[in-house]
């Protein structure tokens, strides 16, 4: 084995003294990674250290620390690689000319070695107390006013950190600079044209595959803080983030908020806003005969009442809706809150109004904190399953999901690549209602509630189905329709459907869909909103006007559960329910429809653009900024 390991090596040295930039690219490559992988390591100590200062002995065990590290993986490539990057640029600017880097490694490694010890130690020191990760926002605040941060802790604290991190600093300070010892910025070989040009496509190579780990994959995704979320448990979750992660990405995602959206001062605010979430726990109509049924919440996506016939729509692209809406109960009057997938389930889940530029769900150090159907239904005693056929870390989904009570998530890679190739967003409809079924048909603890988002009604429409020919769009909303009564004729014969709730709705409508809608059209944002299943009493139609906002508070009071926490949803079956109205934002807008009309703001212009009738149109602007206003403020302080 000696003597094999000997001719080897003087193979490459003969090799080496025909082509001497091979020495040169060993060495530059040996460098990178090495790097690369010592940022990592940094990152999987650290992480085994916060677990270990944190977990609770008597429920986590060390499988839980692997799956930490493992999940945790994909914060620490992105990490790595935007650390390493500056190094591998350079090393390629090396390929082409002599560069003297050494003074510059000594300030950069110390640099870097600072950063990290800083995040470690901060996310360390800071998490008993915020019970989130490190995040530019919250870092932000404490800096702001350094005295008031500074009186929060002894100074025999102050210095016993400072201690720490000098030590960590000048420890990963070492480590670096014994890397950057072998780096090639000193190397005195005669490259030639063609060395130079293989040196820079490895190179070119090696920043590609860096910059897959710094997006996360190749998945529709890009990294977020919720991607490595993996468990029920917040815990376990939080341990797997990495701190300087989480902080960068809340920096770059980060937004003034304090300033936004000051319409009016608090006593005029309350004045307005006074009354407009009024309502109760009670009911004024029982809609269901049991109060623990098992729960299918489907999110349908994109359906707008436009689609549907029973609700004034399009006539034959949803016949297996309008049939089962007559065999349940049809809210008529329901508002989506908001355009994008992202705001319309928290709307949905959480009774969380959206917001017209931010995303909540993206903000993972306060989506978190949101009450949600599946935390209330999780203290009464569900487990809660969350089913998708695309890419579940696509705006921080799963993190939301995670935190916010639901303990297990199916998606695109829960299925065969076959199958997630069936659309451009994951799993065709007709592939994820059968998964649908089947989890029904296999869960085997009582009560439980499985919350379904679908798919296909998403652009680009494609899919398997062609009954409506002269409308692609159309055809794809009817097919997710088709897969839907499927669904519901397996189950009415499955011997689940007497006990079972299924609450169906949308998550928002889809743009300019039919006949050119828009902002302006009162009808443009009514959506789909009905309860069907054995557990509902008998069939009706509930005409009042409502948000999607509001479907947690009603169904959480029809199950006679608290609606604690839920500020701005509303039991719509309340007696103390009324003043009904619809809220909804858009990209720099918000509209307003109440029994006086409907009313339009350009929050760009801070001015009405649409009000139908003028009679009432200034009370309703202020109604509607009075919402954004008491909504921001309250998420702010989340």
């Known amino acids: 084995m000696r003597e094999t390991g000997m001719s080897t090596k003087r193979q490459f040295t003969r090799i080496t003294e025909r082509m001497p930039f091979l020495a040169d690219l060993k060495q530059g490559v040996a460098f990178i990674v090495c790097y690369y992988f010592c940022l990592v390591l940094l990152a999987i100590v650290y992480k085994a250290v916060f677990f270990a200062l944190n977990f609770d002995k008597e429920t986590l065990e060390i499988g839980d620390l692997v799956n930490v590290l493992l999940y945790g993986l994909r914060h620490d490539f992105a990490v790595a690689g935007y650390f390493t990057a500056v190094p591998l640029l350079l090393t390629l600017l090396v390929t082409v000319k002599r560069i003297p880097l050494r003074i510059f490694y000594r300030c950069y490694n110390g640099l870097i070695a600072f950063a990290v010890s800083i995040g470690f130690i901060a996310d360390i020191t800071l998490y008993p107390y915020w019970e989130h990760k490190l995040d530019a926002a919250s870092i932000l605040i404490y800096l702001d006013s350094p005295s008031n941060a500074a009186a929060s802790v002894s100074t025999m604290h102050i210095i016993i950190l400072a201690i720490i991190l000098a030590g ?7 480590l670096l600079s014994s890397i950057c010892r072998k780096e090639p910025s000193r190397a005195e070989a005669k490259r030639g044209y063609t060395g130079k040009v293989i040196q820079s496509m490895v190179y070119i190579l090696l920043a590609g595959v860096m910059f897959l780990g710094i997006r996360g994959g190749v998945s529709e995704s890009t990294n977020n803080v919720g991607s490595v979320y993996h468990t029920s448990s917040t815990f376990l979750n939080h341990s797997a983030v990495n701190p300087i992660f989480s902080f960068m990405y809340t920096a ?14 608090d006593d005029e605010l309350h004045e307005v806003a006074a009354g407009l979430f009024k309502h109760s726990e009670e009911v004024t109509d029982t809609l269901l005969n049991c109060t623990r049924p098992n729960i299918i919440t489907i999110i349908f996506e994109g359906t707008g009442a436009a689609l549907i016939e029973e609700l004034g729509g399009m006539q034959d692209v949803t016949p297996n809706i309008n ?10 009057n329901c508002y989506a809150n908001s355009y994008r997938t992202d705001r319309g389930l928290i709307c949905t889940l959480s009774g969380y109004p959206s917001f017209p530029k931010t995303s909540v769900m993206k903000t993972a150090n306060k989506s978190q904190k949101l009450p949600s159907l599946a935390t209330s239904l999780k203290e009464a005693g569900y487990c809660n399953t969350f089913l998708y056929g695309g890419d579940i ?3 921080n989904m799963q993190g939301y999901l995670f935190s916010t009570g639901y303990d297990r998530t199916i998606s695109d890679k829960d299925f065969t690549i076959e199958e997630t190739a069936t659309h451009r967003w994951g799993a065709n409809d007709d592939i994820t209602f059968n998964r649908l079924y089947d989890i029904v048909m296999t869960e085997k603890r009582e009560p439980w509630h499985i919350t379904y988002l679908t798919l296909s009604s998403h652009e680009p429409w494609e899919v398997p189905y062609d009954r409506i020919k002269n409308d692609k769009k159309a055809n794809a909303f009817a097919f997710t329709d088709e897969e839907f009564g499927k669904f519901i004729k397996r189950l009415k014969t499955s011997g689940k459907w007497d006990n079972t709730l299924i609450i169906c709705i949308a998550d928002h409508t889809v743009m300019g869909y039919p006949d050119g809608s828009g902002q302006t059209d009162k009808e443009r944002n009514r959506i789909l909103f009905m309860l069907l299943g054995g557990a509902v009493k008998s069939p009706g139609r509930i005409d009042k006007l409502c948000n999607q906002t509001d479907m947690v508070a009603t169904i959480l009071a029809q199950l006679q559960l608290p609606l604690t926490g839920f500020k701005f949803s509303r039991n719509i079956l309340s007696p103390e329910y009324t003043v009904p109205f619809a809220y909804h934002s858009f990209n720099n807008g918000i509209s307003f429809i109440d029994s006086t009309g409907f009313s339009v703001i350009d929050l760009n212009s801070h001015r009405e653009f649409f009000s139908e009738p003028e009679t009432g149109s200034e009370e309703r602007c202020r109604k509607a900024k009075a919402i954004l206003q008491s909504t921001y403020h309250d998420f702010i302080n989340l």
């Not at 936004?260 to 001062?265: K, L, Q, R, T």
């Not at 049939?323 to 008529?332: A, I, N, P």
């Open 168 to 174: 960590l600093t000048y420890i990963i300070y070492k």
């Open 323 to 332: 049939r089962l809406s007559k065999e349940g109960v049809l809210f008529t």
């Open 252 to 265: 770059t995602n980060m937004e003034d908020f304090s300033e936004e959206y000051a319409f009016f001062d």
């Open 393 to 395: 870390n696509f705006t």
